[in-house]
């Protein structure tokens, strides 16, 4: 079914008579016993990856695979054998668990009793789209390189639990993002990692004539036919755009195959794809959002077609701006120059073609959406977006002072306190990222339900009563489970694919169970700093091998597959991994993703986050940890600058400002280790928790559900910047030139 993408004027396209619905296929999985056939149905809301009792169903069925296919249901299904379906079919408590998250299940679709509609019951209905270049939405669907995805992915899933009327749009990635394997020289090699609709839970949109749903757009000269998939994430739809079509040219099926290609013009058409071809493909399932939210610049291009379709009905320029702009929340999340796309005028003309008859402008016109002056060759996303949304917002408090210094000259140079960008603190999705053990020992208290009932300050009463004994004792079970899944992955790429024994030594198979454990794992960009105690290798020698207080480092990320500075970077941190002399004390983990992710935040004693100040917008990561009970130890960046209290980790300070910042972060990094981490963690009794150690775990805790959940940060978005968008009321601060 093809529909028009330029039907209906003046202004927004009529839904269509018929609106195109999503068919699910037949389900990739054998028949199930009649009594839990709806299992099937589960395995279609990845609502189950966050919900313990939903997430335990599998579980009991068979655990060693629910393990072996890493949480995959759709896998699991298709894998399980049919007699341990059928044990299950006839076991009375399995059968009452079951029923119980089918009700819950079902009870997705009444949003009478969430936070959203009970607050704003006169918004119900009215759709706030959602647009990100990635969403992390479970491993098994790889379409997110770090933090952006996973935020992107929070965002969705806690829309769902609040009943925000979300609906996300992305990419379809179907080579994924890219599998991690390192040589013996330590060089980061890429290979795909291709997405099998089979064992996802993800669906053709199609017509009621059961074709796939299309919309045409032009790229490059030649028009390309968009398609997509719907992935549903609780209440929350995500369509995922794919131009991997019979219909298309060779070349330009091949648009979305990749997740953040290196050849500028390649990345320039994907994100024409997301904008552009996102709001016709709304419009095609006639779906016509209130509000409009762009995660980070790549989906800029959005603004622009929904100003092509405003100026349709005959406003002038600054009026369609001013309409888009009411409507319109920005999200930028870094201050790095290399996160903000840049395209010349060339190539952006070359991709998008003379778009600007379409709307009735001039090119000059057009290019001034996105370039700093008329004689400017360069178009800048984020730019693009600054002028185009009304209310904008960095990701953490340091970050908005940051993004108002860097984007003044935006408004004329206005000063800083006067720029129009606010701030909303990134959270992390607490049932995504809090360790079960963790959760079920905060229910002994507060009851199984406490995660939708109990309000933050509850919670973190609570985690503070927690009896130290029970609590240590919780972490060092997840600790060992850590070490345990290091070891079992390290055995299978040990039979499956290496043959060199160093590899097998850098991979963490001789990591302790009773050593102080620090985890460092995020994207390997240079300003990140991963290498940084790796700058004095003999003092870090002495601090990990010390005979009675030694200390372990687990390493895992990505360096992107253009950015070789990063990959020397990781080079030389999984050089380090197999150098004897540190003993087996460093170990680098392959191929991180969220599975690992998961297991690392809550396994580890202390996470270690080392930015360079003020180059981190936020940094999540040391949240999700927090929320298990992990101090951090981090310079004062992103969200550290506002979350450190001094009971709830180490804060490197800032440096004099004479004094050169690299040697003076890596020298407090190593005073901090050597003279209050390591002794306060190893001053404790045999068999027993260090009192001053443990306090500072459940600050970490407490800190981070009072604070730094999605709860907090979407009910911020919500009251800040949706509903007053939604209400037409004014926005903060002028518009810029």
């Not at 009594?35 to 009792?53: F, M, P």
């Not at 009327?165 to 013996?184: N, S």
């Not at 997405?195 to 996802?200: F, G, H, L, Q």
């Not at 017509?207 to 490059?220: M, N, Q, W």
Request: glycine letters at 8%; proline letters at 7%; a negative charge.
């Amino acid at each position: 079914m093809q529909l028009s993408a330029a039907a209906g004027a003046p202004g927004v396209p009529p839904a269509p008579a018929a609106p195109p619905t999503v068919t699910l296929p037949a389900p990739p999985i054998p028949p199930l016993p009649e009594r839990i056939r709806r299992l099937a149905d589960l395995t279609q809301n990845l609502w189950w990856g966050w919900q313990l009792d939903a997430r335990e169903l599998f579980h009991r069925i068979d655990h060693r695979l629910w393990e072996g296919t890493r949480h995959n249901a759709v896998e699991f299904l298709r894998q399980v054998d049919p007699d341990r379906l059928e044990k299950r079919a006839q076991d009375p408590d399995f059968l009452e668990r079951y029923d119980a998250v089918m009700r819950r299940l079902d009870g997705l679709a009444d949003t009478s009793g969430t936070w959203y509609a009970s607050r704003y019951p006169e918004l119900v209905g009215r759709s706030i789209a959602y647009f990100s270049a990635e969403f992390a939405l479970h491993r098994s669907l790889p379409i997110y390189s770090g933090g952006l995805g996973v935020l992107a992915g929070d965002h969705c899933k806690e829309a769902s639990d609040l009943g925000v009327p979300l609906v996300g749009i992305g990419l379809y990635y179907h080579g994924g993002y890219f599998d991690q394997q390192i040589g013996l020289d330590g060089w980061q090699r890429d290979s795909d990692d291709p997405i099998d609709p089979a064992v996802n839970p993800v669906a053709r949109v199609t017509g009621t004539d059961g074709a796939p749903c299309l919309v045409p757009l032009t790229i490059s000269g030649r028009e390309v036919q968009i398609g997509a998939w719907r992935v549903m994430v609780g209440r929350v739809p995500v369509y995922l755009l794919d131009t991997d079509l019979d219909v298309n040219h060779p070349a330009d099926r091949k648009l979305t195959a990749r997740l953040y290609t290196s050849a500028p013009e390649w990345r320039l058409r994907q994100e024409w794809v997301l904008g552009v071809g996102g709001v016709r493909m709304l419009r095609a399932l006639g779906i016509n959002p209130e509000i409009w939210h762009a995660n980070e610049g790549h989906a800029a291009f959005m603004y622009v077609e929904r100003l092509r379709e405003t100026l349709a009905g005959g406003v002038t320029l600054q009026v369609a701006r001013d309409q888009i702009r009411s409507t319109s929340v920005f999200t930028t999340h870094t201050p790095v120059p290399a996160g903000h796309d840049v395209f010349t005028s060339e190539q952006l003309e070359q991709v998008t073609g003379p778009f600007w008859n379409a709307m009735g402008i001039t090119r000059d016109q057009f290019m001034g959406l996105g370039n700093h002056g008329p004689n400017d060759p360069r178009f800048e996303m984020t730019v693009l977006s600054l002028r185009l949304a009304g209310r904008v917002n960095g990701v953490s408090a340091r970050h908005r002072e940051e993004s108002r210094r860097i984007w003044r000259w935006v408004w004329n140079n206005l000063p800083a306190a006067e720029i129009p960008i606010g701030h909303v603190t990134n959270g992390v999705h607490l049932g995504t990222w809090m360790a079960r053990p963790i959760r079920d020992l905060i229910g002994e208290s507060l009851g199984p339900d406490w995660e939708s009932r109990a309000d933050s300050d509850a919670v973190a009463d609570t985690i503070r009563a927690l009896e130290n004994d029970r609590l240590w004792a919780v972490h060092e079970g997840l600790r060992y489970l850590l070490l345990h899944y290091i070891r079992e992955e390290a055995r299978h790429r040990w039979r499956d694919y290496w043959k060199d024994p160093a590899k097998l030594a850098g991979s963490g198979s001789l990591l302790s169970p009773n050593v102080l454990t620090l985890g460092f794992a995020r994207r390997f960009a240079t300003y990140k700093r991963a290498d940084l105690l790796f700058r004095d290798p003999e003092r870090l020698r002495r601090l990990l091998t010390d005979s009675r207080r030694p200390v372990q480092i687990i390493f895992a990320g990505k360096a992107h597959p253009a950015d070789d500075p990063g990959k020397r970077v990781l080079q030389r941190i999984f050089t380090a991994a197999q150098d004897p002399t540190f003993e087996g004390r460093v170990a680098f983990l392959e191929d991180y993703e969220m599975h690992l992710a998961q297991r690392m935040v809550a396994g580890v004693d202390l996470w270690v986050n080392l930015p360079r100040v003020p180059l981190e917008a936020c940094g999540t990561s040391g949240m999700k940890a927090a929320l298990n009970g992990v101090p951090q130890l981090s310079t004062l960046d992103g969200w550290w600058a506002e979350g450190s209290t001094g009971e709830n980790g180490w804060a490197i300070p800032l440096p004099a400002a004479e004094a050169d910042p690299e040697q003076s972060d890596m020298d407090q990094l190593f005073r901090l280790l050597e003279q209050e981490i390591v002794p306060t963690f190893y001053d404790r009794m045999p068999g027993k928790p260090g009192a001053a150690w443990v306090h500072m775990m459940k600050s970490a805790m407490a800190v981070s559900v009072e604070r730094f959940t999605t709860r907090q940060m979407l009910q911020t978005y919500v009251t800040r910047y949706y509903v007053p968008a939604a209400a037409g009321e004014a926005l903060p601060g002028d518009s810029p030139p």
